[in-house]
T-cell receptor, first 113, second 113 residues
Framework: DADVTQTPRNRITKTGKRIMLECSQTKGHDRMYWYRQDPGLGLRLIYYSFDVKDINKGEISDGYSVSRQAQAKFSLSLESAIPNQTALYFC????????????FGQGTRLTVV | AQSVTQLGSHVSVSEGALVLLRCNYSSSVPPYLFWYVQYPNQGLQLLLKYTSAATLVKGINGFEAEFKKSETSFHLTKPSAHMSDAAEYFCAVSRNQGGKLIFGQGTELSVKP
């Protein structure tokens, strides 16, 4: 089984709909991250969480919200999807310390029409 | 704020040629630096990381990178490209405070036969 699992892998939704992307990890790490990937822009940080009670905004949090349901689960929601939120979304988890490796999920390709 | 810049969004080399992917960071304090690779339709995986133990870092698949504080650079190299190296490569930076992992824009490497 993968260390980080994202569901769904692909999703097409309509403008204005609420959608949730889910992420679970089996690494036992406290820190979890949500990124979006756009061509030419690399990965941009949306939200990150150091534990269930510690959630922080990243570079581009507007239009998104998150929920840390447990140490292993971190969900990303788009309250009212818009077309420019069409992107590839990645969840990641990381151990303690700034020199630790991040483990990524396979990504969720979201299309908003 | 810490950031990382990758020079060149696309790099094309011939099979067997030297691979050089450039990364510069902005930080008043030497950070932790990472190179990740993303193969088509997959998540990111760690190639190598710099955590101040040694300035020349060796990674997987024959890649290495050299940390140069005077140039604020962490360029990725491989002496001889292989077709299987075709992928997108991301440089990332992390510092002690905050725990954020910030990525560059990415460089797509093409390898010609």
């Amino acid at each position: 089984d993968a260390d980080v699992t994202q569901t769904p892998r692909n999703r097409i939704t309509k403008t204005g709909k609420r959608i949730m992307l889910e992420c679970s990890q089996t690494k036992g790490h406290d820190r979890m991250y949500w990124y979006r990937q756009d061509p030419g822009l690399g990965l941009r940080l949306i939200y990150y969480s150091f534990d269930v009670k510690d959630i922080n905004k990243g570079e581009i949090s507007d239009g998104y919200s998150v929920s840390r349901q447990a140490q292993a689960k971190f969900s990303l929601s788009l309250e009212s999807a818009i077309p420019n939120q069409t992107a590839l979304y990645f969840c990641a988890t990381r151990g303690e310390g700034s020199g630790t490796e991040a483990f990524f999920g396979q990504g969720t390709r979201l299309t908003v029409v | 704020a810490q950031s990382v810049t990758q020079l060149g969004s696309h790099v094309s080399v011939s099979e067997g040629a030297l691979v050089l992917l450039r990364c510069n960071y902005s930080s008043s304090v030497p950070p932790y630096l990472f190179w990740y690779v993303q193969y088509p339709n997959q998540g990111l995986q760690l190639l190598l990381k710099y955590t101040s133990a040694a300035t020349l870092v060796k990674g997987i698949n024959g890649f290495e990178a050299e940390f140069k504080k005077s140039e604020t650079s962490f360029h990725l190299t491989k002496p001889s490209a292989h077709m299987s190296d075709a992928a997108e490569y991301f440089c990332a930076v992390s510092r002690n405070q905050g725990g954020k992992l910030i990525f560059g824009q990415g460089t797509e490497l093409s390898v010609k036969p």
